[in-house]
């Protein structure tokens, strides 16, 4: 077998040369990233040192500020009560969410008829966008009228205020994105066990372990791997959540589950229009998905080393 | 043993009630009058109101925010990947090494909170005049979905064999007609399933058309946002909007669910 680009002309003219082509297929894509990618976000970090107030009527005026946007946000409280909020919710439902995924996916693993049709109906909410899911929950969950307070009252549980009670609100969005996104944590632990070797947990139960044992001593070393690229792909969007909140909730009762996302649109394009100061707090948000990322890739590579 | 299995069966169908219970009770509603959708004890039996489908569907800027969702997820998908096969392409083929590069700023910008491109991006539309307009939408959602285009790509491209692509150089095909004649006939069902993935995140994106649209560009996740406000009386034309927002969906994840995996993880590096 001959080397590729054996039987490529050499002498040819640039243009129709393989690094005519290479370039031809990579710099549109890269101009196209690049205006619209890149430069939103240079120019967000330079937005983000200005004042620039759409609000006062002024909205071709920035003013150059150094570093005072950034200043300001270390004693807006407002900011830190959303931060809280949004480790808050993505913690509780990271917790959640891995527990029942991996729950569903060693079920829908231990089946051979039907998986298929149970796996499709545990995926079903990935199907629904995070509004539609939203405002169905608010619906489900209304106090006097909502069905899952009827179902609570069957067995003698008085109305509870789901979403508009301070402690209960950031726990009852955990549940309602534990219906809506369990699915991508079960549908990548279920691709691990699917990919595992049967021997090891053969053997194991040759040897007389019990399910809870294969499980604690087999499988979950062998998974670990999938367990963590769920955790850090959830974590990652759980951190950004918005809708499943704001359509809920709208950050009450009184900013209780406002979460970091909500808080920067309300201050910038959602309603103050301080363009400014609420790219600061994207950069700051950004910041801390980052280092949150850059944690949990460093504990997932620490693990199989043990 | 036969105990076990009962019980993984059982448990099995108690989730699947779990997961399926509130899209059943989302489509009851939406086929209930007013009075009967917030009754306590639940109606069972009633007679569907297939009108209050009509009625969602002419509520204020409903069917125009569907039509603009049709318009600005075709040209999405256009847009992300004509400039996204190439790239995968490249990418896949190209011999320097930067795959692990474009991994991981993949899964950077993937990390990057939405709203970071959004305030700066506000502000640059207002002054160019493309807030609320279906070209500012097209190009703003290029910030998701062509890097994951790329990727996405860039993993069909890779299980075609080189070979194929090689013999067909040797017989004279320029790089441009490799990939137009040889390898996309072969990965067209990538090319699909990325097509799918791009369409369904425009589909179900809320914070883009929130940010940068109005009442021209406002998309169906607006306007589904737009019934938060709606009383109980409104529950059962909430409800019927709601589905159908979600069955063009359903119809697409149809399609993708063999590749869902890949698209739940774009970014990551394997191997």
Redesign the interface.
């Known amino acids: 077998m001959q080397p590729a680009t054996f039987a490529l002309p050499s002498r040819r003219s640039f243009f129709g040369s393989r690094a005519f082509y290479g370039y031809l297929f990579t710099v549109p894509g890269l101009l196209v990233a690049g205006a619209l990618i890149l430069y939103p976000l240079l120019f967000g970090l330079y937005v983000s040192l200005n004042d620039w107030n759409w609000a006062s009527g002024q909205s071709a005026q920035m003013t150059f500020v150094g570093l005072r946007n950034y200043i300001d946000l270390v004693h807006d409280e407002l900011f830190w009560n959303a931060l809280l909020n949004t480790f808050y919710f993505t913690g509780a439902a990271l917790v959640v969410e891995m527990m029942l995924g991996t729950a569903c996916a060693l079920l829908l693993n231990s089946v051979a008829a039907g998986s298929a049709f149970f796996r499709t109906i545990l995926i079903f909410p990935l199907m629904i966008s995070d509004i539609v899911a939203a405002i169905m929950w608010k619906m489900l969950l209304d106090p006097s009228l909502g069905f899952v307070n009827y179902l609570l009252s069957l067995v003698g549980i008085g109305s509870i205020n789901w979403l508009s009670d301070s402690h209960l609100v950031i726990p009852a969005i955990v549940l309602i994105d534990a219906w809506w996104q369990t699915g991508v944590i079960t549908l990548i632990i279920l691709a691990g066990l699917q990919s595992l070797p049967e021997e090891p947990r053969e053997i194991a139960r040759v040897d007389g372990a019990n399910a809870w044992q294969i499980f604690v001593h087999v499988t979950l070393p062998a998974i670990t791997p999938f367990l963590w690229t769920a955790a850090i792909f959830r974590a990652i969007d759980l951190l950004r959540v918005f809708a499943i909140v704001w359509g809920t909730t709208g950050g009450g009762p009184a900013r209780a589950s406002q979460v970091a996302q909500h808080y920067i649109y309300a201050q910038g394009i959602g309603g103050y229009l301080h363009i400014g100061y609420s790219t600061s707090l994207a950069v700051t948000f950004a910041a801390f998905i980052c280092i949150t990322v850059v944690i949990l890739l460093g504990l997932s590579r620490k693990g199989p080393a043990e | 043993m036969r105990a ?1 299995r009962l019980g ?2 059982a ?2 169908i108690l ?2 009630l ?3 219970f ?2 059943a ?2 489509i009851w ?1 939406s086929l209930k009058l007013p009075v009967q959708a ?1 009754a ?3 109606v069972w039996v009633f007679e569907p109101q297939w009108s209050n489908y009509v009625d969602a569907w002419s509520d204020r800027g409903f069917s125009s925010a569907f039509f603009n969702t049709v318009v600005i997820g075709t040209g999405t998908v256009i ?1 992300s990947i004509a ?2 096969l ?2 995968g ?2 990418l896949a083929r ?1 011999p320097i090494r930067g795959k692990q590069f474009i991994g991981v700023s993949v899964l ?17 539309y ?2 160019i005049g493309l807030f609320d307009t279906w070209t500012g939408m097209i ?2 959602f ?2 998701i979905t ?2 994951f285009a ?1 990727w996405l790509l860039r993993g069909f491209v890779e299980g075609v064999p ?2 194929i692509e ?1 013999v067909a ?2 017989d004279g095909c ?3 007609q490799v ?1 137009t004649r040889i390898t996309m006939p072969l990965i067209l069902p990538g090319i699909v399933a990325a097509a799918m993935f791009t369409f369904v995140s425009v ?2 994106g ?2 883009f058309p ?2 940068l649209g109005y009442t021209r560009a406002e998309t169906i ?1 607006v306007a ?2 737009n ?2 406000g709606y009383s ?1 009386f409104q ?1 059962p034309v ?2 019927a909007g ?1 589905v159908i ?2 069955i063009p ?2 119809l697409f ?1 149809g399609f993708i ?1 063999r590749h ?2 890949a698209g ?2 774009v970014g ?1 590096v394997k191997g």
Request: proline share 8%.
């Open positions: 076990s993984v069966y448990s099995l989730l699947s779990l997961f399926a509130p899209v009770w989302l509603t917030s306590i004890p639940p847009v400039f996204g190439p790239m392409y490249s190209s950077f910008l993937r990390m990057l909170p939405e709203m970071i491109f959004l305030i700066p991006l506000y502000g640059i207002r002054s190009l703003a290029q910030i062509l890097p790329v080189v070979d090689d150089r040797v320029t790089d441009f990939l589909w179900g809320l914070l929130l940010a996740s589904i946002a019934f938060r109980n529950w909430m409800a709601a927002a979600t969906q359903i994840f669910q869902l995996i739940l993880t990551s």
